[in-house]
Nanobody, 121 residues
Framework: QVQLVESGGGLVQPGGSLRLSCAAS????????MGWYRQAPGKQRELVAV???????DYADSVKGRCTISRDNAKNTVYLQMNSLKPEDTAVYYC???????????????WGQGTLVTVSA
């Protein structure tokens, strides 16, 4: 089994910053891309940012210039630095990993349990 554990969420005032972390563990041979998604109340889950194993990143238009995704391949960990946070960034943030399990030729997806980010004065 593969587990993703997120941390770093919380309450922050508008204009503030947070750094989310997500560590993958388990029977992992390799991880292709890792990403962050979010789901606000009453809305569908949406992509926030994604990063490949080589470090190429892509962002949702709504967070470009305010968020930076990075990863430590040696630690199977992905980070999301969020700056200039807005109330509309309030959501549960989920980590995702597209990985290959030990002993399998196939790739699979794993999700974290989510971490709540609340942006409010």
């Amino acid at each position: 089994q593969v587990q993703l554990v997120e941390s770093g969420g919380g309450l922050v005032q508008p204009g503030g910053s947070l750094r989310l972390s997500c560590a993958a563990s388990g029977s992992i041979l390799s991880i292709n891309h890792m990403g962050w998604y979010r789901q606000a109340p009453g809305k569908q889950r949406e992509l926030v940012a994604v990063i490949t194993s080589g470090g190429s990143a892509d962002y949702a238009d709504s967070v470009k210039g305010r968020c930076t995704i990075s990863r430590d391949n040696a630690k199977n960990t992905v980070y999301l630095q969020m700056n200039s946070l807005k109330p509309e960034d309030t959501a549960v943030y989920y980590c995702n990993a597209h990985y290959r399990r030990l002993g399998s030729p196939l790739y699979a997806n794993a999700w974290g349990q989510g971490t709540l980010v609340t942006v409010s004065a």
